[in-house]
Nanobody, 115 residues
Framework: QVQLVESGGGVVQPGGSLRLSCVASERLTGLYVMGWYRQAPEKQRELVAT???????NYVDSVKGRFTISKVNANNTVDLQMNSLKPEDTAVYYC?????????WGQGTQVTVSS
């Protein structure tokens, strides 16, 4: 089963930027969707952004125009560039991939937006 490792979380002031990176343990081929979810304290996990093998991209409305998801390194790395961060973006961010045969999650990385 593919394994995902996230990096890039941290603490930033409102209006700042962070870049998250997710590396898969194998090159993804065929049909797949890869992306990011987040979970704030006492809230349900929500989809943030996804990108498919066809490079079809989706964002949750609250991050449109501020976050950018992109593939790096030929289908085994996905980055999430987060600009104009707000306190409400504070959450644990999880990398996720779904492909034929199942799905996998990363361990999560904390993003805290606070002055």
């Amino acid at each position: 089963q593919v394994q995902l490792v996230e990096s890039g979380g941290g603490v930033v002031q409102p209006g700042g930027s962070l870049r998250l990176s997710c590396v898969a343990s194998e090159r993804l081929t065929g049909l797949y969707v890869m992306g990011w979810y987040r979970q704030a304290p006492e809230k349900q996990r929500e989809l943030v952004a996804t990108i498919s093998n066809y490079n079809i991209i989706n964002y949750v409305d609250s991050v449109k125009g501020r976050f950018t998801i992109s593939k790096v390194n030929a289908n085994n790395t996905v980055d999430l560039q987060m600009n104009s961060l707000k306190p409400e973006d504070t959450a644990v961010y999880y990398c996720w991939v779904a492909k034929v045969g199942g799905q996998a999650w990363g361990q999560g990385t904390q993003v805290t937006v606070s002055s």
